[in-house]
């Protein structure tokens, strides 16, 4: 063999072996693979043709196997990054690709698309809390009604003038507004020791559940007057009351219907209706949505009336679950103060753990305190007021403990920030003699651990 042909042979050889280690994220070393490959082939061929001896054919055998091997591995991560690159084709060759593809740039449109991808994941993100009423701790007046006489008048109430009567609808013994009329107005009133005086603080809440009927024509207007007509003469300031429909809570002509409430069909059932003031804001819910949110109210509210306007008729109006309460020190400084803090807002339903809508306000605000807090761990403490067995209060204060922890764990608090315990009827913050002391034993405390 000439000795000038096998040097460029061997060579040859060489500089394929360096190309098959050369990173494919330079250049396109499938393209350059196979042309050497191609080339490398021919030359074999033409020394094949020519009689090599055996021992340099073992040698290329080898040699050849081993830039197979690796052309393929080259050849199939190239095809990775082809299928990646839309613009790139199959007859592309490494030196028709443009300045921008060889140093790894985007194009002008790639660009623009990044861009815009980047500026939708900054775009902010809506928050809004659709129901953030906190009832107030201390509990100024409370009336669900139980052990009322059917066709009397009830018995903690007060009135201006009308005709309005207890009932009893289905099983629950409710407030009948038989015939009054909100212009007069025809409403009943707390019958507060009180009741002459001031007896609203700056900052409090009014809850009670109202019933709607089914059809939209026949559903009565509530009225909820913040001052007492017929006692507090002397200190009232007369307002505009809160009006309340089944879609609808206006204050002064300040309101708005039910989000969609075009295609909102009216329920025949019970409504929880709750309002709260702090100090000249004045925000009102209906279930689980704020429907009123007044920032500056130009009165003093001395007192709570209620009433329904122009019921006589086919408008039927009942209320039940009537309570008063003051505002306290948020829960988060009190927590501060004491290592926890007692709240009233979370209900249930009678004798069970299910908890009622209206709670969520303060549940919700419980949440937000752990995420903005991520340090605080609770023990959620359940306690029943002492009516009914001492056994059946303490399972279902255990029971009604640990559904509030499924629920915020539910809601994204972490499992081992929360534990649950139930009390029973054996710690009462106040004697059970009366409503109001009653419904402040009925409570759930969130203790330091």
């Not at 199959?90 to 140093?103: G, I, P, V």
């Not at 009232?236 to 295609?263: A, C, R, W």
């Not at 709240?343 to 306000?361: C, H, L, Q, W, Y």
């Not at 009827?425 to 651990?449: C, L």
Request: charged share 30%; hydrophobic share 35%.
């Amino acid at each position: 063999m000439n000795p000038k042909r096998m040097k460029k042979i061997l060579y040859l050889l060489s500089v394929l072996m360096l190309l098959a280690q050369v990173s494919l994220a330079q250049i396109n070393v499938n393209k350059v693979l196979k042309k050497s490959t191609k080339k490398a082939e021919r030359n074999v061929e033409n020394r094949i043709g020519k009689h090599i001896d055996k021992g340099v054919d073992k040698t290329l055998d080898k040699t050849e196997e081993s830039i197979g091997e690796a052309a393929k591995e080259a050849a199939k991560e190239g095809e990775e990054k082809e299928e990646g690159n839309t613009s790139a084709t199959d007859n592309t060759n490494a030196t028709d690709k443009t300045a921008e593809e060889q140093t790894g740039s985007e194009s002008p449109s790639a660009k623009g698309e990044t861009g815009m991808k980047e500026q939708l994941s900054r775009a902010p993100t809506l928050s809004w809390a659709k129901y953030d009423f906190v009832p107030g701790t201390e509990i100024i007046f409370e009336d669900d009604f139980m052990g009322e006489k059917n066709g009397e008048f009830p018995s903690r109430w007060d009135i201006t003038k009308g005709v309005v009567e207890m009932a009893e609808l289905g099983t629950d013994m409710v407030v009948y507004f038989r015939k009054t009329n909100a212009n007069a107005p025809d409403a009943i009133m707390p019958l507060l020791t009180n009741r002459t005086e001031d007896y609203l603080p700056e900052e409090f809440t009014v809850e009670f559940d109202a019933w709607f009927n089914g059809v939209t024509a026949e559903n009565a207007t509530y009225h909820l007057f913040l001052y007492d007509a017929k006692n507090q003469q002397k200190v009232m300031t007369p307002s505009k009351p809160i009006k309340i429909e089944f879609n609808h809570l206006e204050y002064n002509q300040m309101g708005d219907k039910y989000p969609g409430q075009n295609v909102l069909k009216p329920v025949a059932g019970w409504r929880h209706v709750a309002v709260s003031f702090n100090k000249r804001a004045l925000k009102g819910y209906l279930d689980d949505t704020r429907l009123l949110n007044v920032p500056n109210c130009d009165f003093n509210p001395t007192g709570v009336m209620l009433t329904a306007h122009n019921t006589s008729g086919t408008k039927k109006a009942y209320i039940k679950n009537v309570r008063i309460a003051k505002g306290a020190v948020p829960l988060y400084d009190k927590f501060l103060v004491d290592g926890k803090f007692v709240t009233t807002g979370i209900k249930f339903d009678v004798n069970k753990a299910s908890i009622r809508p209206e709670s969520m306000g303060t549940i919700n605000y419980v949440v937000q305190m752990m995420k903005d807090h991520p340090e605080l761990k609770f023990s959620v403490e359940g306690h029943t007021d002492s009516d009914g067995d001492n056994a059946l209060n303490q399972k279902l204060s255990e029971a009604r403990a640990k559904a509030i922890r499924d629920k915020m764990i539910s809601l994204g608090i972490a499992a081992e920030r929360l534990s649950s315990k139930g009390w029973g009827e054996s710690k009462p913050m106040t004697g059970n003699e009366s409503p109001e002391g009653k419904a402040q034993n009925r409570r759930v405390e969130f203790v330091k651990i």
